[in-house]
């Protein structure tokens, strides 16, 4: 064989082992991305998960998403699209359109599913894109930091990316590896301490505590607000989540104080929520 065939060979069998190991909504975005080529909207949107995913996938922070909504005049687009190439009454042109028709609500639906995809793969909860992460370290300018129920470490790996001098303790108690990804993707070191063993620990030597998407069971997160009020009241609690929704207990939204300077609005402002989903961070006294 000729070595400009035998490369091509390799590149054909490099090409099918990664699509086979390709999770199967990616395989199904893929496949959209593919059906729908001519019409840039939708491409732009499916391309922007795959590229979140493959940045993830390489153990780098995603860059922000935008609403993964399909356009409310998608159909017509569609149908105007199928008119152009095909006279009325063309069974091309209406094989093709009920191609798209049957293809839409499924990719609909996988786009709206994608904050699912990230929790069940890389156990990532809370979105936390590189200028987000950027314009945290921003804020905290350096300041020891605590980051509790860290999960896979997404928040402290990006404060790390952008400031590798920064003291900063990452920890999670890893209650949730038998359930889900939680914990069994570490993208930086963490030590193993409940949220409170944690606070107790590092209390004394630390300026802020992170809290991103604690569960809405329980009320660990309002233990937590107990114990920095009562014995480190100089720590300042910053909460990522979505208030009186999908994250945290309803005693600790009832109960916390919540607020957002110019500075940390400018942080928020790099949350970029992509779905129904409208989580934000705050600080919490």
Known sequence: MNPKKLKQLKKRVKKAHQVVNEPA????????????????PIKYLINNVLESDRLLKNGLLPQPLPQLLLPDN????????VNSQFPQGDPRGDKLWNKYSEALPKLDKALRNYRDYLEETYGMWSYVNAPFAKALSDYLAGAPTLEIMAGNGYISKGLRNNDA??????TDNQAWI???????????????LDAL??????????EYVIMSWAPDKGKTDWDV????????????????????????????????HL????????????????????????LAK
């Open 74 to 81: 998608i159909q017509d687009t569609i149908f105007q699209q």
């Open 197 to 206: 063993a944690a606070i107790k620990k590092y209390g004394n030597g630390i």
């Open 25 to 40: 909504y990616i395989q199904e975005l893929t496949t959209y991305r593919d059906l729908f080529d001519n019409f840039p």
């Open 225 to 256: 607000l107990q114990l920095l009020r009562s014995e480190y009241p100089e720590v300042k609690l910053l909460v990522i989540g979505e208030k009186n929704g999908a994250t945290n207990s309803k005693k600790f939204w009832q109960e916390a």
């Open 165 to 170: 001098s920064q003291k900063i303790y990452t």
């Open 178 to 192: 038998k359930e889900n990804e939680t914990g069994k993707h570490p993208v930086t070191t963490i030590e193993k």
């Open 259 to 282: 607020s957002q300077d110019d500075a940390l609005s400018k942080v928020n402002a790099n949350l970029h929520s992509f779905d129904l989903i409208d989580e934000q961070i705050y």
